[in-house]
Nanobody, 122 residues
């Protein structure tokens, strides 16, 4: 399994970005994929999880109104759509995979992407 994140960049406050986690995996349909982020001054945190054929969810309900997670089986991607971005959303966003279900801890996932930088400028 290999994971590559795309879609990061610089955006103004209130803007939107769509991040994509592109997987190379023969067993994509068995993989739970989570998005994590590391923002300045904070530990890496789990943002959202996509469990195949079961559910998608956010670890922080406050993000649900602004962020959306979605899976495309044909493209083997899990996207994180982010709207209404604030400077507090600035950070490195990474995806990680694990068979069948997500772990809230980064270290307990099985495969990790290298991350993509999101910079929200005011």
């Amino acid at each position: 399994v290999q994971l590559v994140e795309t879609g990061g960049g610089v955006v103004q406050v209130g803007g939107s970005l769509r991040l994509s986690c592109v997987a190379s995996a023969f067993n994509f349909n068995d993989l739970a994929i989570a998005w994590f982020r590391r923002t300045p001054g904070k530990d890496r945190e789990a943002v959202a999880c996509s469990i195949p054929n079961i559910m998608d969810f956010f670890y922080d309900d406050s993000l649900k109104g602004r962020f959306t997670i979605s899976r495309d089986k044909a493209k083997m991607t899990v996207d994180l759509e982010m709207n209404g971005l604030t400077p507090e959303d600035t950070g490195v966003y990474s995806c990680a995979s694990r068979l069948y279900y997500c772990a809230r801890s980064w270290d307990n996932m099985d495969v990790w992407g290298k991350g993509t930088l999101v910079n929200v400028s005011s």
